[in-house]
C-alpha cells in the first residue's frame, strides 16, 4: 500500500505555538520553540506509528493568491503573523529538510490548494492519502482513498475523517457539498461573507433539500420570508464565498512521487538541531545512546524543553503499580518500619474539606519509590499519633505538593512536620515561572500520566455502581457529573487509598523530575535556601493569625460611610445633576457630554467614554469634582473590600483572621496574600491608614512593626555603585533631600516640599521605569518639566543610568535578570521586534534584581526570626509580613531582650555590597497603626 502523507505546515505552526501561547517553550537564548516543538511531535508520531511511503509539507507563501485578487477582504482581517512564530517557519522547513521531506510552496497558491492538487493526483495511481490539518476545510477534498488525519489536543490521540463521517460531523453527505455549506453560512476565519443570517444548521437544510447553492438560487420561489429576501438579495456574494472556500486541485505543482517517497533522514543535521534548540526529551526518542544535551556553557535558561507533548496519557490502569492500604496493625508496623530507613520520602494528606482549621484527617499517603505508594487511613488518632509524629518529625527530606497545605492541617491537628522540604510546586514555580503548576498538569507533561481525578472518584462513589478497585480504572474513561460539594469521607476506603496513593506516587516522580530542573536553571539554591524553608514558617504565621476589633472597625466604616456620602453630594453639586456615580457610562456623559472636560475624550471599545483611574488622573487640576470621584473611588472601595469584608474572615475556630501568603505568585518572589489580602490596605490615605487601626494585638501583648527604610533604593544604590547615594545613606542622610537638592541645584537646606516630593517620586519611579508623561501625571506637572526632572536626575546619578542599561544589556544576553541572592526570571521579550513589548521587558529586567533583593532580604531573615522565636518558649509571635513590614504579637517582658535581636537580624541577613546600610525602623503601639 502506498502511503500518502500531506502536512499543511502553517497550520500545524499556528496551532502548536498558540496551544502554548500561555506557557510557550523556549531554550536557554529565549527563543519560542513551541511551534517548533509542535510539528516536531507531530511529524515523529507519523512516521512511527502510520509506515508513510510518502511524505511531503506545504507552506503557503506571502504572494497574493486568485482568492485575494477576487475578494481583497479575503483573510483580512487576520492579525499579523506573530514575530515569534513568523521566526520559527525557517527552522521548521531545516527540519523537513533534515527528514529528507520536500517542502512544497508556490507564490500564488495557499498550502491548501498544493495538498488538494497531490491527492486528487493520487487517487487514480493507487495512493492512500492523509492530510494532516487542524482544518475543516479539507473534508471537501475527502474520497474513498483520501482522509483527514487531524492531530489530538490536550493529550488526546489523533482523529482520521473518513467519508463515513461526514454525515455526523458536517451533516450532509458528499464531500463537495461542504464548499456549498461554507457558500451559505461562510467562515468567519477566512473572512468569507456567505449570506447574512443563515448558520450552519440552516445552511445543512438547505444544502439537504437543494443538494447545492446553484440548485438553490434557482428555487428562491419555494424560500418564504426573511430568508428568501435574504437568498435572492446574497445570491452573488453566495457563489463568490463558495468560489472562496473552493480548494484549488490543478496547481502547477512540479513534483512526482518519486520525490516525496520516504528518504533516510540527515542524522547528523537533526542532532544539530536539536542541541541549537536544547530538545532533550526529542534526542533521547531519535536517537538513544547520545550524550545529554546541555545549554551553552555559562548559559542558564529557562527550562529548556522539559515537556513532553504526549500523543496519548497513560492512566492508573496503563501503568504497572502498587498501592498498598495500611488498614491492619501488622501492615502499619511494616509502613512505619519502611519509612523510618527512608532518607527520603513523599506524602500527602487526605481530608474532609480545604479549611485549614476545621479539615479532619482523613489518612495519609506515602511513597519513596516510584509506581508504589502507601495509604494510611486514620481510624483512631489518638494512638496513631505518635508514629504519625516521629516519622514527620525524622531528619528524611519531606516531598510533597502544595506542602503549606498539607503542613497547615497537620499543625492544626498538633502534628509538626520537620524539614529539609521538597514542594514540587515551587520547584516549578521557580524552575518553570510560566507555566501551571497543578500536579495533574505536571504529571501530564512530565510523566505522560494523568492521574484519578478525585471528582471523578467522588461522583463515581456517589452513584449506585459497584465500587471496586477496578471499577476505579473506569473512572478515568467516564465524565461523570461534578458535584459542587466533594463528600471525600463517603468514598470507599480501597478507592481512596488507591487515589491517595497514586497522587503520592505521582509527586514523587515529580521531584526526581524537577531536581536536575532546579540545577539547570540555576534556582536550586533559592529553593533549597529560601523557599523550602520558608514553609513551615508561613505556616506557622498563617496559622497565629492576627486579632481584629470589631467594634473599632464599625466605628471606621461609619465614618467612612459619613465621607463617602459627603463626597456623593459634593459630586452631584459639581456636575450640577444627579446622576449614578458608580455608573462609568453616567460618570462618562456628565464629564465629557455635559461639563465638556476634553475636546476629544477617549472611548472604549463599546464606545463609552474611558473613566478608569489612568484616565481620571490626568484630569486632575482641570475640575475639581475630579479629585472628589477619585476619593470617592478609594472610599467605597476600602469599606467593601476591607471594612465590610474583615468581619467574614474571622476563623470561628480562633476568632483570628489567618491571611494565606503565596511564595511565588510575584514574579521578583515578593510574598503575596489573599483572603484577605493584606497586601494591598493602602497606606498613603487617610481612610487606609484607618484600617490599620482596628488590627489588634492578643491579650496583654502589643503590636510590635519592624518595616525596612527605604530599602529598593538602598539595593539600587549598591547595584548601580552609585557614590553619591551610596554616601548618603552611609551618613544617614535623607535620601529625597539630598536627591531634591541636586536635581533643582540648591543647597538640602534650600530644599522645599514640592521639591522633595518630587524628588521622592522620581527616586521610587526610576525603579519602576517611570516615564516623563507618568512622572507628569503624579505630580501634576507638565510633561516637558517632568522630563527636565528626569534628565536632571540621570545627569547627577549617572551610575544609576548606567545600571539600567547594563542590566538590561546583560539581562538580554543572558535571557535572564538576577538577584544578589541568585533568583532569576527570563526576560524572553527582550529580544522582541515589537517596540512595546520590549520596552516592558526592559523596565522589568530592571526592576527585578531590586525588588527580588528586598523579597529575598525580608524571607531570609523571616527563616532566621522563626528560628530565634523557637530556641525557647517566647510569648512573642511573628504574625504578619505585609511588603517591607514584618508585624509580631510582643510581649512587654521579652521586648528588650527580642527586638534588638529581631532588628539585627533583619539588618545583617543579605548584606549590601559597597558597604551600603540597612536601616530597620520599628514600632510598637496597641494597634497596627499605632505601631506603624
Known sequence: MKRLFLLDG???????????????????????????????????????????????????????????????????????????????????????RAFAIPVLEIDGFEADDLIGTLVKRAEPDGFESYMVTPDKDFAQLISASTYMWKPGRKGTDHEIIGLDRLPEIWGVGEPHQIIDLLGLMGDASDNI???????????????????????????????KGKQKENVEANSDQALLSKELATIITDCPLEVSWDDLILSQRDDEALK???????????????????????????????????????????????????????????????????????????????????????????GIAFSWKAHEGWYLPITDLDSQLPAIKAILSSPAEKIGHNLKYDLSVLHSHGITVTGPFFDTMLADALAAPERRHSM????????????????????????????????????????????????????PLETLAQYAAEDADVTFQLAAKLRPLLKETGQDKIFSEIECPLLPVLVRMEMEGIAVDLEALETISADLQQSIDQLAKSIETHAGTPFNIASPKQLGQILFDHLKLLDKPKKTKTGQYKTDEQTLSSLLGIHPIIEDILSYREATKLKSTYIDALPNHIAPETGRIHTHYHQLLAATGRLASSDPNLQNIPVRSEAGRKIRQAFVPRKNCKLLACDYSQIELRVMAALSCDPTMISAFQDGADIHTITAAKVHGVTPEEVTPDMRRSAKMVNFGIIYGISAFGLSQRLSIPRAEAAAIIDAYFREYPAIKQYME???????????????????????????????????????????????????????????????????????????Q???????????????????????IMESTLPLPHGVPILVEKGTGSNWLAAH
Open 193 to 223: 461573507p456567505g449570506i447574512p443570517g443563515i448558520g450552519p444548521k440552516t445552511a445543512q437544510k438547505l444544502i439537504t433539500e437543494y443538494g447545492s447553492i446553484e440548485n438553490l438560487l434557482a428555487n428562491t420561489g419555494k424560500l
Open 272 to 362: 544539530q538541531l536539536f542541541t541549537d534548540f536544547e530538545f532533550r526529551s526529542l534526542t533521547k526518542r531519535l536517537f538513544p545512546g547520545s550524550a545529554d544535551i546541555s545549554p551553552t556553557s555559562g548559559s542558564t535558561s529557562p527550562p529548556p524543553e522539559t515537556r513532553t507533548l504526549f500523543d496519548t496519557f497513560k492512566t492508573i490502569a496503563e501503568v504497572p503499580h502498587s498501592y498498598t492500604l495500611a488498614d491492619t496493625r501488622k501492615l502499619q508496623e511494616k509502613l512505619f518500619e519502611e519509612l523510618s530507613t527512608q532518607q527520603s520520602f513523599c506524602f500527602d494528606i487526605e481530608t474532609t474539606s480545604l479549611h485549614r482549621h476545621s479539615a479532619k484527617l482523613l
Open 10 to 96: 502553517m497550520a500545524l505552526i499556528y496551532r502548536a505555538h498558540f496551544a502554548l501561547i500561555t506557557n510557550p517553550i523556549r531554550n536557554s537564548k529565549g527563543v519560542n520553540t513551541s511551534a517548533l516543538y509542535g510539528f516536531i511531535n507531530t511529524l515523529l508520531s507519523i512516521l512511527e506509528k502510520e509506515n508513510p511511503t510518502h511524505l511531503g509539507v506545504a507552506f503557503d507563501t506571502s504572494a497574493p493568491t486568485p482568492r485575494h485578487i477576487r475578494y481583497p477582504a479575503y483573510k483580512a482581517q487576520r492579525d499579523e503573523m506573530p514575530e515569534e512564530l513568523a521566526a520559527s517557519i525557517p527552522h521548521v522547513k531545516a527540519l523537513c
Open 440 to 491: 495533574d498538569y505536571l504529571s501530564e507533561i512530565l510523566l505522560g500520566y494523568t492521574p484519578i481525578k478525585l471528582a471523578d472518584v467522588a461522583a463515581a462513589a456517589a452513584s449506585e455502581e459497584e465500587n471496586t478497585t477496578d471499577d476505579l480504572f473506569a473512572f478515568t474513561e467516564k465524565k461523570n457529573k461534578k458535584s459542587k460539594e466533594l463528600d471525600i469521607a463517603s468514598i
Open 806 to 880: 547594563r542590566t538590561v544589556s546583560e539581562s538580554r544576553e543572558k535571557g535572564y535578570a538576577e538577584t544578589i541572592s541568585g533568583r532569576r526570571r527570563h526576560y524572553p521579550d527582550l529580544s522582541s521586534g515589537n517596540a512595546g513589548l520590549r520596552q516592558n521587558a526592559e523596565r522589568a529586567a530592571i526592576n527585578m534584581p531590586i525588588q527580588g533583593t528586598s523579597a529575598d532580604m525580608i524571607k531570609l531573615a523571616m527563616i532566621r526570626i522563626d528560628d530565634l522565636l523557637r530556641k525557647k518558649p517566647y510569648r512573642t509571635k511573628m504574625l504578619l
Open 882 to 904: 505585609v511588603h517591607d513590614e514584618l508585624v509580631f504579637d510582643l510581649h512587654p517582658d521579652e521586648e528588650s531582650e527580642l527586638v534588638p535581636k529581631i532588628l539585627h
